[in-house]
């Protein structure tokens, strides 16, 4: 009957959000428990402009396991999903269902658009920064103890991101970072010596709120990280000449101001996030979208949170402006730090249907 139905299916969706990090990670020390080689720091965007919504369900009734990725599906039987299973059955073999179902999607810009990220740093109560930091540390402590815990929630500050490209990369992360870490002197280095010290004094800069030296300590540690992909044989590059433009603007935007008013990161690829406070936003995205004039084509350039409009003085454009280039960043997606992972309790929310497989979405 319709109880017994009910019962033989037990579903779940839950959103995530994208974490930036500030000091990164690039390589594991430990492939089959996926610690890293030393630890991270960590912004968390908020979910009302990125997150990915992920859908699992189990079933005695399902014969095996099937995954769905952005509506397409995809190998359910990869090794770190599979682990991800096994971890997450019940201890009860009688209560085991055989096989399971997974979609998930990303809800915003897909791989085809290219962002610029600005993201506004809120200025978080003390109190708050305080416990982020006290979390990382926890954190860094039971990675370095070779525990598979969970991470909390990490300290951050306010955010804009550019996207530049939505090329899929030449190397992708988990075969680059394999390589970096079996051939790059530079990176051991950093590890061993640079990241412990760096850790801590980020910790100090988000507790006291001091943007000056978050801002350029976020920086340093990316431009540290790419030159460890440089180092790397044969070397990788994530940085486009367009990355390079944007590291430069930024550079030149702050030594106008006298002071860190924008501080960039990059990951593993070209679309660089910029970080600064609320004041600053209107016009450093004015400074990009003269700098980098969007295509015509009625796309929307600056996406997620409202921007003010901004009028820019003679004395900083004859500064900061380079020679502009159209059409060189697709958008920009203005957002702030944001809350952990969320369950969602509205069952109209699940991308699976009763029988298990992805509900068609208008």
């Not at 089959?32 to 991270?40: A, M, T």
């Amino acid at each position: 009957g319709g109880m017994a139905e009910e019962r033989a299916l037990a579903m779940v969706t839950c959103t995530a959000p994208v974490n930036i990090a500030v000091i990164k990670y690039w390589g594991k020390r430990d492939n089959d428990l996926i610690l890293p080689i030393n630890s991270s720091l960590s912004v968390t965007l908020h979910q009302d402009q990125l997150k990915t919504t992920t859908t699992a369900a189990a079933s005695r009734d399902f014969t095996e396991d099937r995954l769905w990725l952005n509506g397409e599906e995809a190998d359910a039987g990869h090794p770190r999903l599979q682990a991800c299973l096994r971890e997450g059955e019940c201890p009860h073999p009688s209560h085991r269902p055989r096989a399971g179902g997974c979609v998930t999607h990303p809800d915003t810009p897909t791989p085809g658009s290219c962002p610029l990220a600005v993201r506004r740093l809120a200025r978080k109560r003390r109190g708050d920064n305080a416990e982020d930091a006290r979390k990382g540390e926890e954190m860094k402590k039971r990675r370095e103890r070779g525990e598979r815990g969970g991470t909390g929630r990490r300290g951050g500050r306010p955010s804009v991101p550019p996207q530049v490209s939505g090329e899929k990369k030449a190397v992708g992360s988990t075969a680059g970072m394999q390589t970096s870490v079996d051939t790059s002197p530079l990176l051991k280095h950093r590890a061993e010596v640079v990241v412990p010290e760096r850790l801590s004094l980020m910790i100090r800069h988000i507790r006291e709120r001091d943007f000056e030296g978050f801002g350029q300590l976020t920086m340093r540690d990316s431009n540290q990280f790419h030159a460890t992909c440089l180092d790397t044989f044969p070397p990788i590059f994530y940085l486009n000449d367009v990355s390079r433009r944007i590291i430069a603007l930024a550079h030149r935007y702050n030594t106008h101001h006298r002071c860190t008013k924008v501080a960039y990161t990059f990951d593993a690829g070209p679309n660089a996030v910029i970080f600064t406070l609320a004041d600053t936003v209107a016009e450093f995205v004015e400074v990009v979208r003269r700098s980098f004039p969007p295509a015509a084509n009625g796309d929307q350039f600056v996406r997620g949170l409202p921007v003010g409009s901004a009028s820019l003085p003679e004395e900083l454009l004859a500064a900061v402006m380079m020679e502009p280039v159209p059409g060189a960043v697709r958008y920009i997606l203005h957002t702030q730090p944001g809350p952990g992972p969320q369950l969602l309790d509205d069952p109209s929310q699940h991308l699976l249907g009763a029988d298990g497989l992805p509900c068609r979405h208008a």
